[in-house]
């Protein structure tokens, strides 16, 4: 039964509002009525039904001549298709069909043969002498239409074909016709795209060329009656300067743009302004002082009187124009464009504090708008001013305005200044601790957007903030800063509690660098347990992935064993032998990430036995999650010592093959069967080129060796306070920096990498190096998986060559002196694994 749903209202069927609503049921009927209309009528479809029979080229020729236009505009747009298979047919057939058809076309069918031309084009289906041939004049007869959309599209296309036409045709067939289109008789439009050839032909004539037939035409159209003709042009003076050389450009180019620079039209005073900007370094010192300097002066000056629409454009390449300048610059006149910069960067803001209280009203929005574009334009222009003060002058002159431009109350500021934030703090270099509140600050704005352009170079921030700016300085672990750690926290957390779930990954992806600039202790309390609870309550995969991997880039460089054996217990028993099967799942990703972090033997230690736990899972996903991980966690065996573990892996899989269930599983079970027996077949064909993966692994657990001998040490070390520890002193900061040269060398693999391994390819199988002391192993032949023969992996006879690069590999927990206590070695850990395993057994 439907629950019954009482109105706070009853319905008035009196005669009046029964009328009413019968009004309405009419306007129903009547929107409803185009609809009924709009479907085709017998005659229609019959006129729209085609033969089909015909081939391609006969369907375009067919629906060319009699079709409807919107079937013309399909054939129109298949153009570069009919090229492509038929280019010979389609010139000889179509082709002569669409010159008769796009004169009358419409709209659409315009700007789709625009963009169809300019495709073919662009994939030299047919030589470019060819398309010269058949389609330039279709573009140049189009290009005076009258629509400007498609005038603007087949302009376009002419443009680009200009760049691959040879010299000779564009001069007869472009240039020549050029001189009459760009006349003062000719329509407006078309002296507009006259200006915009102009500028493209530049480049492709030489200096004198250009002198004597393009530089009139450029002179007149600079002087044209309508505004807009003249801006337009003003805007191709800088291609035409590039193509003339400097010499040309300071005679005849210079003189028409200080002219513009004085035009009546705001728009070409605009253009002209930005042409000398960008041409600033074509013209010499005399120059620049002469004559840039006192127009550049002139539109400071007039922008916040007369002549606002400059402010924008003004605050966007004021840095470019300073730095520019900067030689020619008296000390006063370097001071009043640094005011004026400071001027513009709090710009619409005096109202705030009280001032001006009768111009509020009359501030419209535009001018808003306008002054927000001008501040984040400053915001944008920071780091160059910075260069222009020097930065060692930037407590002095740039600091307030720092702060000003970072606590802007518009968005779009603040965000302008968090992009830029690592620009500062690199130019600042040792003096970078004086924006660590700004940097405090930022983190906490109450706009994720600027949280996020900010987390873009974090990492490159903390460490520039921890070394103090000197790249082989001491290790201050911001110890300076205490309320930067808390920032931290709570910018994870609002991102956390927002719908913005690709930033929250992307702060976590960048939060894996903090074990470089922050002490191991701060990490375990402050973060690593919310990574773990992220993974656990997130309900964002990609998140909790995230999450997953910086937990373990943590877990890699905590140097207590205790905390460390704590995380490893909670990752195995919350995760690993969770009640949900979506935990499970995100233990073997996690696996997936320590494979790619962690060293072999580490992984085999702590987790190989409860990966293998979950061939028993009764959830059919996270046996399949399982499979798929398989081939990764057969690499991290070291045969012969692993022999056991791999005997537990054969183990596994046959019981997958034998008593699996579900077909899809099964199906996953059998194609990584075959991929583990074609890692045992390749393993001695690529044994050299899987060496450096094996010095990797060794590299990565001396590493983990290197933190529990400075774990053992900082212990005696407090044991032995008050006593003479200078020798222990020694050798703790000789081990200090053997890690901290580690870390530096891959601190950047550590914060950037996908989040994918790179080292666990299912298709490759390294060859095996072992610690031990062992030499390479390799395969007799090919052992079908199924039979998991163990004699499958047996060292090599001894060899010197094998004996010496074994040697050379610095060695780890496993190391020996001699085989014999090896063997023992291996032996008595594969005891104890065994042992762990039942205790797990027993426990669950």
């Known amino acids: 039964m439907h629950p019954i749903i009482i109105f706070s209202y009853k319905m008035d069927f009196s005669q009046n509002n029964l009328f009413g609503y019968i009004e309405d049921l009419q306007e129903l009927t009547i929107i409803e009525r185009p609809v009924r209309r709009s479907l085709k009528t017998p005659e229609e479809i019959e006129r729209l039904t085609v033969d089909e029979?015909?081939?391609?080229?006969?369907?375009?020729?067919?629906?060319?001549?009699?079709?409807?236009d919107i079937q013309g505009t399909s054939v129109v747009a298949s153009l570069p298709v009919l090229m492509r298979q038929n280019p010979a047919e389609t010139l000889r057939r179509v082709l002569p069909k669409v010159r008769e058809v796009l004169p009358v076309a419409g709209v659409e069918m315009q700007l789709t043969a625009a963009v169809s031309l300019l495709t073919i084009l662009q994939e030299e289906s047919i030589s470019i002498h060819t398309y010269s041939h058949s389609f330039l004049h279709i573009i140049l007869q189009n290009l005076q239409h009258r629509d400007a959309g498609v005038s603007n599209a087949w302009l376009e296309t002419l443009l680009a074909a200009i760049e691959a036409l040879p010299k000779e045709t564009i001069r007869h067939e472009i240039l020549n016709p050029?001189?009459?289109?760009?006349?003062?008789?000719q329509t407006l439009q078309s002296r507009l795209v006259s200006c915009k050839i102009l500028g493209k032909l530049a480049n492709k004539f030489e200096a004198h060329i250009i002198k004597r037939e393009i530089l009139p035409l450029v002179k007149s159209l600079c002087q044209d009656v309508e505004y807009e003709v003249r801006s337009c042009m003003c805007r191709?003076?800088?291609?035409?300067?590039?193509?003339?050389?400097?010499?040309?450009?300071?005679?005849?180019?210079?003189?028409?743009?200080?002219e513009l620079a004085r035009d009546e039209g705001s728009s070409v005073r605009l253009a002209a302004f930005e042409t000398l900007v960008n041409l600033l370094e074509m013209f010499d010192a005399d120059d620049r002082s002469q004559t840039i300097l006192p127009l550049v002066k002139s539109f400071c000056e007039k922008s916040f009187k007369a002549d606002e629409s400059i402010l924008v454009s003004l605050s966007f390449h004021l840095g470019k124009l300073c730095n520019g300048l900067y030689g020619i610059f008296t000390p006063e006149q370097h001071l009043r464009f640094l005011e004026f910069y400071k001027k513009l960067c709090t710009l619409g803001l005096e109202q705030e504090n009280g001032h001006n209280d009768n111009q509020v009203q009359l501030q419209t929005l535009e001018q808003?708008?306008?002054?927000?574009?001008?501040?984040?334009?400053?915001a944008y222009n920071l780091p160059a001013m910075m260069v222009f003060v020097d930065p060692k002058n930037f407590?002095?002159?740039?600091?307030?305005?720092?702060?000003?431009?970072?606590?802007?109350p518009e968005v779009p500021v603040r965000h302008t200044m968090a992009i830029g934030f690592y620009e500062v703090a690199k130019l600042l270099n040792t003096d970078v601790y004086v924006i660590h509140k700004e940097l405090v600050a930022l983190l906490q704005d109450e706009s994720l957007e600027v949280l996020d352009a900010l987390i873009g170079y974090l990492p490159e921030i903390l460490e520039l903030l921890s070394t103090g700016g000197e790249s082989g300085g001491a290790e201050s672990k911001l110890l300076n800063f205490p309320e930067l750690i808390p920032a931290l926290t709570r910018a994870e957390q609002r991102a956390a509690t927002s719908l913005k779930w690709r930033t929250h990954e992307k702060l976590l992806q960048k939060y894996a660098?903090?074990?470089?600039?922050?002490?191991?202790?701060?990490?375990?309390?402050?973060?690593?347990?919310?990574?773990?609870?992220?993974?656990?309550?997130?309900?964002?995969?990609?998140?909790q992935k995230a999450a997953a991997r910086t937990l373990c880039v943590y877990l890699r460089y905590n140097r207590k064993q205790e905390q460390r054996h704590e995380v490893i217990q909670k990752l195995i028993g919350q995760l690993g032998q969770g009640k949900s099967y979506w935990n499970r799942l995100r233990f073997l990703d996690t696996c997936e990430f320590i494979i790619e972090l962690f060293s072999k033997s580490f992984f085999c230690e702590y987790f190989f036995l409860p990966v293998l736990e979950l061939t028993h899972d009764p959830v059919a996903n996270v046996r399949m999650k399982l499979c798929y991980l398989l081939p990764k966690v057969k690499l991290t065996l070291k045969v012969p010592t692993d022999k056991h573990l791999l005997q537990q892996l054969e183990l596994c899989v046959r019981k997958l093959l034998c008593e699996e269930k579900d077909k899809d599983v099964l199906s996953i079970v059998k194609k990584m069967v075959l991929e583990l027996d074609r890692m045992e077949t390749s393993l001695d064909a690529f044994q050299k080129r899987f060496y450096e993966n094996d010095l990797l692994d060794q590299q990565k657990e001396r590493e983990e060796h290197l933190l529990l001998e400075m774990e053992q040490l900082e212990k005696e070390k407090q044991q032995n306070e008050g006593r003479s520890t200078s020798m222990s002193d020694k050798i703790y900061e000789k081990k200090r920096k053997e890690v901290k040269k580690s870390k530096l060398v891959r601190s950047q693999s550590f914060s950037s990498q996908a989040l994918h391994s790179k080292y666990g390819n299912i298709d490759k199988c390294p060859s095996k190096s072992s610690s031990t002391g062992y030499t390479s192993v390799s395969t007799v032949g090919k052992t079908s998986v199924f039979t998991f023969a163990d004699d499958s992996f047996r060292p090599h006879s001894s060899n010197p060559s094998g004996t010496a690069s074994a040697s050379t590999l610095p060695s780890s927990s496993r190391n020996a002196s001699n085989s014999v206590d090896q063997k023992n070695n291996g032996s008595k850990e594969s005891h104890s694994r065994k042992v762990s395993l039942k205790n797990r057994k027993s426990n669950s």
């Open 236 to 258: 191709q003076l800088e291609l035409i300067a590039q193509g003339i050389g400097t010499e040309l450009t300071k005679n005849v180019v210079l003189p028409e743009l200080v």
């Open 53 to 68: 029979e015909l081939n391609d080229i006969e369907r375009a020729v067919y629906l060319l001549s009699s079709g409807q």
């Open 368 to 378: 808003e708008k306008k002054y927000i574009s001008v501040r984040k334009n400053c």
């Open 395 to 408: 407590n002095l002159d740039l600091y307030s305005t720092f702060f000003c431009l970072c606590h802007d």
């Open 178 to 185: 050029l001189v009459s289109k760009a006349q003062l008789s």
């Open 513 to 543: 660098c903090l074990p470089h600039v922050i002490s191991s202790d701060q990490i375990y309390y402050r973060f690593l347990h919310r990574m773990l609870s992220i993974i656990m309550t997130n309900n964002v995969l990609p998140v």
